[in-house]
């Protein structure tokens, strides 16, 4: 396929559907505006060199292969189902729901005999990940027929043999009374280029700008910033207690015998860690949200 792109515009693919609310929200967090007007697939975004449409996840890595966008977001079980040809430029770990990885799982009943991939020999398995799907039984040397499912493949566990469905967290298939026999993939978000438009220089320097921005918005999701003012008699005490992997900031006050103090802390221990401060002499302590944090 011939690249029908303008040369001096780096056109960029957006996954409609699950993962299209947060794919904006973190490119929101990375700097860019992304504007979605109503019942439209062409989004406007702040850059002048910069041009967005919104593909389905199933389909973009085809699309970058093919040249007809530059790059784009997608995830790895759709590369693979596709057997696309293209440079990963990021992983990005994040999903619709949590920042986790995605799961492809062999799934029935709760009442199914089947215990073992080699009971479905002969049997019948839905999915919407078909190639995958059908790569897998190859390897495990199990004859099933596998079928493309159009949606709703939870229901279809009941009147076929089986289902291979993804899972996030996992709570749709318990409530369907449904038993994992295998998981066949593990899946994240990746940020995928074009290889020839990774050959032009100022394409090339883009996407790989947006993948650094985009990995440090994802990494500050799960972080906070730390504001606090110490006197120097307690701060041995603070910073035993702040992690020790990164050193704080810290920088002096008008008050000789105070010193202010900054870092970046996981979001996850802020509630625990302030009050232990706090007993620890400092004061005046600030926690702030971070929209991204570079390495």
Known sequence: MVNKNP???LVLGIP???LQDSTLDLFARAGYNIQLPSR????SIDDDRMSVIMFRAQEMSRYVEDGVIDAG???YDWIQENGSDVVEVAE????KQQMRAVRWVLAVPEESPVRKVQDLEGGI???ELVNVTRSYFARKGVNVKVEFSWGATEVKARILDAIVDVTETGSSLRAANLRVIDTLLTSTTRFIANKDAMKIDWKRQK???IGLLLKGAIAAREKVGMKMNVPRK???AVSELLPAEKSPTISALADPDWVAVEVIVEERIERELVPRLKRAGATGIITYPLNKVIP
């Open 40 to 43: 439209s697939y062409i989004p």
């Open 92 to 95: 990005l770990v994040y999903a």
């Open 125 to 127: 398995v839905a999915t």
């Open 207 to 209: 996407i790989e700008n």
């Open 16 to 18: 409609k559907g699950s």
């Open 73 to 75: 977001l997608t995830g």
């Open 7 to 9: 040369p001096d515009m």
């Open 234 to 236: 307690c701060l041995q």
